[in-house]
Structure formats: C-alpha cells, structure tokens
C-alpha cells in the first residue's frame, strides 16, 4: 500500500457503454501501491474494456476513476507517463532490431539517447533477449516477442503496469517463463495490474483478483479465499463413455456430495474428502469410465458464481 493507504487506482460505479451495449456495468475497486491485481473472467466479461479506460485512451461513460489521484478524462497524458502498459497484442515494430524496439519507445517518454541505451540493455538482459538485441523482430517466437513487449513497457519506470492478458497464445514453457519475470518485478515492488482468463495465471500472479461476468464484479478476494468461500476443499471428476452418464446424477450422489456441475465433457462432484466420495459412489454401483480427486480451483468458484466455463 502507498504511506498514506491512499489507493494508486479507485472506480467507484464505474460503466462504460457503447451505444446500448453495457460492457462495463457499474463496478467498484481500489489497487494499492506493490500489489499484483487481476481481472478474471471469459472474453467478453468487460476486462479489456475496463483496461482501456484506466490506459486514458478509451473515456469513461459513467462514475467515477481516478489514476494516482488524477483525472483521465483531463490528464492522460500525465497518468499514461506513469503507466507501462502490455496491450492483448503485440504491437511491435517488425522491421527494427529488438533494441531498436525498447530505444524508440523511450523517446516518446523524453528519455535521453544515453540514459535509454542503458536502461535498454538493463531491460533486455531482465528479460533473456540480449543475445538478440540486435536481431529483426519478425522471426522471433511469440514467447520472446512477449517478453520483449514486457521490457518495451517498462522502459519509463512505471508506477503501475498494464497487461491485457499476457500469456495468451503462449506455449506453456514460454508462459511460466513469462510468469518468473512478472513475479521477479512484483518481488522488486511493482504493481501490476492484470486481466486473465487463465485461472492458474491468476493464482499465480495475483495477491487480490476480481471476478467479471457480463460487464460485474460477482466476486473479489484473495485466489485462495475466493475459493475457500465458493467451493469445496477438494473436487472429483467423472467421466463417462459415451452415452453412459446417469439421466439422474442426484440420485447417485445425494448425501455424500455438496454440490453437482454437470459439464459437456465430465462432472464434478464438490466435496470435503474427495476419496471418500468417490469410494462411497463406488459402493452405490456408480462405475464412471475414469475418476480424478483433485483440489478446488477458480475455475470451481466461476463455475458456482455464473454456471458457465471459464474459458469459452
């Protein structure tokens, strides 16, 4: 938190419309100084929308926000000098070499040519690039590209940093390498300020997330309190072949389960002792084609808040 306890970034009945299309749909939240903050939910939940107002570069409709105690809609410039910001897509340039990239960025933040050649080289060592510093942008993975788009944004020294979410279409190898960099900058204090429909990003990387569905907040904690307070400590997944799931899930379950979420592709049974349940199923003559006991996750508490995947 900041000395004064005084949030970086505060909405209060926050909207933004587009014609009669509510995207974003009067939500609440404070972002204190040296946390890592997420937005989670599936496309379309109003997580870019909400982004792109707190970037000043897409004017609020309705209520209030404000930036490090400053007005977007009067002085964005200010605010988005103290903002880096990692958009949903790349937006590199492809015929510069990687440093070129991080160097011509800088001088639209008044950087002088020494002080951005350091500060460069710093950057694309923090991010494993300097052995390509010197190489086109275009042939590089998307992995490098990402992280090459992370160094670019911090070239200014953000107070907060913006990242619409930043592992999509990665490769896993390449998104936990992405991930260890974003933690080693939350560790060296910086607020980062995210948007996710991964859940294992989100409780990787956040200390406080909301939920979003359909342009709300239906839920805010920490990831493990969120799912303490909407799921069961453990989880069983059935399933079954084709044409062999029980018509009436309730009868086999009722009694040793707390709750039933019947998927397209498996069923979930929440419960206190997963193995318990599942050897008690066992006894009712229940006989699924494979059954995993696994602990709850966000996408438990999405499942429970809005009946709908995570991912969609």
């Keep these: 938190m900041s000395s004064n306890g005084t949030p ?4 209060r009945d926050l909207v933004k419309r587009f014609g009669d299309f509510v995207a974003v749909d009067a939500i609440d939240f404070d972002l204190q100084r040296g946390e ?9 939940a109003g997580k870019t929308s909400t982004m792109r107002m707190i970037g000043c570069v897409s004017p609020v409709t309705d209520g209030s926000l404000t930036i490090f105690g400053l007005d977007p809609a ?3 410039v200010k605010i988005r000098g103290r903002l880096g910001v990692v958009p949903q897509q790349d937006t590199l340039d492809m015929e510069l070499t990687v440093r070129e990239n991080i160097v011509i960025y800088g001088r639209y933040f008044g950087l002088g040519r020494k002080e951005l050649g350091k500060r460069a080289d710093e ?16 042939p590089l993975s998307g992995g490098m590209k990402r ?10 020294e953000p107070e ?10 990665l490769d896993p190898q390449a998104r936990h390498v992405v991930w260890d960099r974003l933690y080693r900058l939350k560790r060296q204090g910086v607020t980062l300020l995210l948007t996710t429909h991964y859940m294992d990003e989100a409780e990787q990387l956040c200390d406080r997330l909301v939920v979003m ?21 453990e989880v069983v997944e059935l399933r079954f072949e084709d044409g062999n799931r029980p018509d009436d899930l309730g009868y086999w379950t009722e009694g040793i389960v707390d709750r039933v979420e019947a998927l397209p592709d498996r069923v979930l049974l929440y419960a206190h002792d997963g193995d318990a349940a599942s050897h008690q199923l066992h006894e009712r003559g229940l006989t699924p084609e494979s059954v995993l006991v696994r602990r709850s996750s966000l996408e438990d508490v999405f499942l429970h ?8």
């Design 305 to 312: 808040l809005t009946g709908r995947s995570l991912i969609e």
């Design 123 to 138: 950057l694309l060592d923090f991010v494993e690039l300097t052995e390509r510093a010197n190489d086109k942008v275009e």
């Design 74 to 76: 009067r002085e964005g």
């Design 147 to 156: 992280r090459l788009t992370i160094a670019r944004s911090l070239v200014n």
């Design 213 to 233: 569905d359909r342009g709300k907040i239906v839920a805010e904690g920490s990831p493990r309190g969120l799912i303490e307070q909407y799921s069961t400590r």
């Design 160 to 169: 907060v940093l913006l990242l619409d979410e930043p592992t999509t279409g």
């Design 36 to 44: 890592a903050f997420g937005f989670l939910g599936p496309n379309g």
């Design 8 to 11: 970086l970034i505060q909405a």
